[in-house]
């Protein structure tokens, strides 16, 4: 059982920046894939990022690339989320889940593959 905590989450002005942290407990972190989702008021939560176990691979919405880079650091068990050139809609709250299929797939976009979630984390972003 993996237990994931999020951290970083703020009120920040359009243009600003932000820094997520996920930190995660209770597993092996090498052996999860991992990813970031947000869910906005009245909105389905969708993938923003995800990362391969070993920080090789990538994967980014086309609503964030250019502005959001996933990182992780695995003797720390942690995944993070630098957030630059924020836009009033990136808020939402932000969620990182770990997913711990077979290795040799591919980071998935879907959240029904994710097994662990954390409890989320607010980014409010003022115009």
């Known amino acids: 059982q993996v237990q994931l905590v999020e951290s970083g989450g703020g009120l920040v002005q359009a243009g600003g920046s932000l820094r997520l942290s996920c930190a995660a407990s209770?597993?092996?972190?090498?052996?999860?894939?991992m990813g970031w989702f947000r869910q906005a008021p009245g909105k389905e939560r969708e993938i923003v990022t995800g990362?391969?176990?070993?920080?090789?691979?990538?994967y980014y919405a086309d609503s964030v690339k250019g502005r959001f880079t996933i990182s992780r650091d695995n003797a720390k068990n942690t995944v993070y989320l630098q957030m630059n050139s924020l836009k009033p809609e990136d808020t939402a709250v932000y969620y990182c889940a770990a997913d711990h299929r077979p290795s040799g797939v591919v980071i998935s976009t879907t959240s029904r593959n994710y097994d662990y979630w954390g409890q989320g984390t607010q980014v409010t972003v003022s115009s």
């Open positions: 209770g597993g092996t972190f090498s052996n999860y894939i």
């Open positions: 990362i391969s176990r070993r920080g090789i691979s990538t």
